[in-house]
């Protein structure tokens, strides 16, 4: 699978190089055995990483739970739920800090030589959502473990290059969210002016 070497940066020249995900990614998750009291997380399509209690009325279920068996997620980490990949429910925990999530997630980190936000944006394409569809696997529900993810491959160029279009596709999601925002505020005030209007 190509990201795209059509567009380039000027400087760049160096053909894009097929890598196996099972060579670019490590399982990462760790349970907690000794029960500690971290932030019990979620990921939702939408937004990624939210934690439980923004989730869920009173924290959701995990508040109260025995945590032993959760993961424990550090920094710099990939996560998803393998039955909801299919919808785009896939997180990257980018806080200072560990947070926990339920054990049905998996949990991986990249290699050195993978920059995590270019890999973020592939993660979001049409290439990784055929190769969702090409391995899942089961009956009513499917899923998708990281054994599956494995499988894939990609093309990426150098770890410069990689950074670089990172950076270029976060300037556009931040003018994404700035407008969306900007929509959110006007479809208020017409609310409220509609609101008023017909008293």
């Known amino acids: 699978m190509i990201f795209s070497q059509k567009l380039r940066f000027r400087g760049f020249t160096e053909s894009w190089e097929l890598r196996k995900l099972k060579d670019i990614t490590y399982p990462a998750g760790e349970k ?30 995990m508040r109260e739970t025995d945590k032993k068996m959760y993961y424990i997620v550090s920094p710099h980490s990939f996560a998803y739920n ?19 999530v339920s054990s049905l ?13 270019l ?3 592939w993660f979001k394409s049409s290439y990784f959502q055929k190769l969702i569809e090409q391995f899942q696997e089961g009956g009513v529900r499917l899923y998708f ?4 993810l494995c ?5 990426l160029p150098s770890f410069e290059e990689q950074h670089k279009i990172g950076k270029y596709l976060d300037t556009y999601d931040n003018l994404i969210t700035l407008r969306q925002e900007k ?7 017409k609310t409220t002016f509609l609101k008023n209007m017909f008293l």
């Open 145 to 148: 473990y990281y054994d599956k």
């Open 183 to 189: 929509i959110n505020q006007l479809t208020k005030l």
């Open 105 to 117: 997630y998996e949990v991986f980190k990249t290699s050195d030589d993978v920059d995590d936000r």
């Open 32 to 61: 907690n055995r000794e029960n500690l009291p971290l932030d019990s997380y979620s990921i939702t399509n939408e937004h990624g990483f939210i934690p439980q209690d923004e989730r869920f009325e009173n924290g959701g279920t």
């Open 82 to 100: 393998p039955a909801r990949i299919n919808i785009g429910s896939i997180g990257y925990q980018n806080t200072d800090k560990n947070v926990i």
């Open 151 to 155: 499988m894939g491959t990609l093309s």
């Open 119 to 121: 890999l973020w944006y």
